[in-house]
């Protein structure tokens, strides 16, 4: 990745944008940004719980995904970063998509 480009982040407003929409523009800048195949970093942030870890990880199950935890300060949230080999923008859209269905979990 070219670390001398310049990135704007915006924040998409939840009822401006429909999912279908959401996405096709994820994934166009996704393709700007990240080339693929290669190694991809999901982060999300969830209330500190067993039960959603592992929701978490059965999405990525059956692959060779590296997992990074760090508990908030207070220990009510953790955070976890997923380090995965991603072939294409679309497979890292149906991640989110599958993740997005886990109540309580924050996207990065």
């Given at each position: 990745?070219?670390?001398?480009k310049d990135y704007t982040?915006?924040?998409i407003p939840d009822n401006s944008h429909n999912e279908q929409d959401?996405?096709?523009?994820?994934?166009?800048?996704?393709?700007?940004?990240?080339k693929f195949p290669s190694?991809?970093?999901?982060?999300?942030?969830?209330?500190s719980s067993e039960e959603t870890m592992n929701q978490i990880k059965s999405v990525f199950a059956g692959t060779n995904a590296e997992y990074d935890y760090k508990a908030s300060a207070n220990r009510k949230?953790?955070?976890?970063?997923i380090k995965l080999y991603i072939i294409d923008?679309?497979?890292?859209?149906?991640?989110?998509?599958?993740?997005?269905?886990i109540d309580g979990v924050i996207m990065l």
């Amino acid at each position: 990745m070219d670390n001398n480009k310049d990135y704007t982040f915006e924040e998409i407003p939840d009822n401006s944008h429909n999912e279908q929409d959401f996405y096709a523009k994820f994934k166009e800048r996704l393709d700007d940004v990240q080339k693929f195949p290669s190694d991809y970093i999901f982060k999300f942030i969830y209330p500190s719980s067993e039960e959603t870890m592992n929701q978490i990880k059965s999405v990525f199950a059956g692959t060779n995904a590296e997992y990074d935890y760090k508990a908030s300060a207070n220990r009510k949230y953790t955070s976890i970063t997923i380090k995965l080999y991603i072939i294409d923008a679309d497979t890292v859209i149906n991640y989110y998509k599958e993740i997005s269905k886990i109540d309580g979990v924050i996207m990065l």
